[in-house]
């Protein structure tokens, strides 16, 4: 199994990013793939989730109107694309696999419980100057 993260960088607030989180290894519509963010001193925490079988998404409240993930199922590539970000959006961005649980157990899990998920990348780190 491989998920490789990338797309960050350093970038101006009020600027925009594209993060790509590409896979292989695994039955890609048989899982969600989620993205997830660390910054130094604070927990992991979730920013946006898809299921790749029927592109249903999760977001954040705190990226809400700003990010829009999507996947290329052809690529088994997920993007998170990132608009007018934040400094406090600085952090590694971590992508992750989770074998969908349906739809209840997703949408509980999706972007709360990073420990259920099977598979992750190393991350990529996402800058954000004022």
């Known amino acids: 199994v491989q998920i490789v993260e990338s797309g960050g960088g350093l970038v101006q607030a009020g600027g925009s990013l594209r993060l790509s989180c590409a896979t292989s290894?695994?039955?890609?519509?048989?899982?969600?793939i989620g993205w997830f963010r660390q910054a130094p001193g604070k927990e992991r925490e979730g920013v946006s989730c898809?299921?790749?079988?029927?592109?249903?998404?999760l977001y954040a409240d705190s990226v809400k109107g700003r990010f829009t993930i999507s996947s290329d199922n052809a690529k088994n590539t997920v993007y998170l694309q990132m608009n007018s970000l934040k400094p406090e959006d600085t952090a590694v961005y971590y992508c992750g696999a989770l074998y969908y649980p349906g739809p209840t157990t997703y949408r509980e899990y999706g972007l709360r419980h990073p420990h259920e998920y099977d598979y992750w990348g190393q991350g990529t780190q996402v800058t954000v100057s004022s």
């Open positions: 290894g695994f039955a890609f519509e048989d899982y969600a």
């Open positions: 898809i299921n790749n079988s029927d592109e249903d998404t």
